[in-house]
């Protein structure tokens, strides 16, 4: 059985090629040529090179396989421009939905996220809670509209699809790193005394991939699935993080209205420099308006039950520092 993932090189696609590898499956990525490929020099896979626009490319790298992992995503939240959101997220995966259609796969895994979900103040929230708020701007409004197109193609024209909705990532291996995996980074070097004042769904990201390969054992077609641990402060985070790694624990907490200052300053100032920064107010919103979540579906219909969140950020800790003294 041949399985290839699309976007093999960034923190989740390479933890989901590592998996595979292990499992002893025939394993073939798809890469753009200026991708950094160190999350999986070390594996041994079959590589296509090309983008999600390059229709031939796609036919050629799913030529085969059974199975595809979707784990491409233009998260940059904060552009001034969003066009690029759009044109990867929705226009982008068209294509590869497109290829996928005629490639008879027997499944198509999607990394989806969690801000498609809906929001609740009353009680966690499920896959069937329709998505209710706005106010994520244009990155989550791609989301959304990448999400209903898979699942679209899975209803109209037979895609054995599922969407993987997946939370905040953290664990080993981060090599971009991820904006979160950064924060980690300064608190395990003991340079961010600081703590944000909000919570969020949280996940590790080797569990996250398991959920992806359980997804296209088990996953129903035209389903979305929850994949999230647990709903964590970021004080807690920055905690397990610097304990682990013997450092002292960010104390000083940044309340909501001075990360929102911040924040407004800095789209000003994107603005004025015509550059863009990253850290925007629509991120920090989005952030804030997270709920918790009920992961209950993918246990029950995919077998997946993630360990404790907290080993995967003490691990994430350790791997920074390695990196650091390295």
Known sequence: MTQLVIGASGFL???????LVASGATVRVMLRKTSSTKAIDDLDVERHYGDVFDDDALRAAMSGC??????????????????PLFRTNVEGLRHVLDAAVEANLTKFVFTSTTGTLAVSDSRPVTEDDPHNWT?????????VQAEDLVLRYARDKGLPAVAMCISTTYGPGDWQ???HGSLIAQVAAGRFPFYLDFSSEVVGIEDAARAMLLA???????????????YLSTRKVHEIAADAVGVARPRIKIPMPVLYAGAHANDLASKLLRRDLPFAVVGLRMAQLMSPLDHGKAERELGWYPEPVEESIRRAARFFVEQASG
């Open 177 to 179: 790193p991820t904006p």
């Open 135 to 143: 106010g994520g701007g244009p990155y989550i409004e791609a989301r």
């Open 66 to 83: 059974d199975v595809v992992y979707y784990c491409v995503v233009d998260a940059r939240m904060w552009l001034r421009d969003p066009a």
């Open 13 to 19: 696609g390479s933890h989901v090629t590592r998996q």
């Open 216 to 230: 296209a054992e088990h996953g129903r077609p035209g389903e979305r699935y929850i994949i999230s641990d647990r």
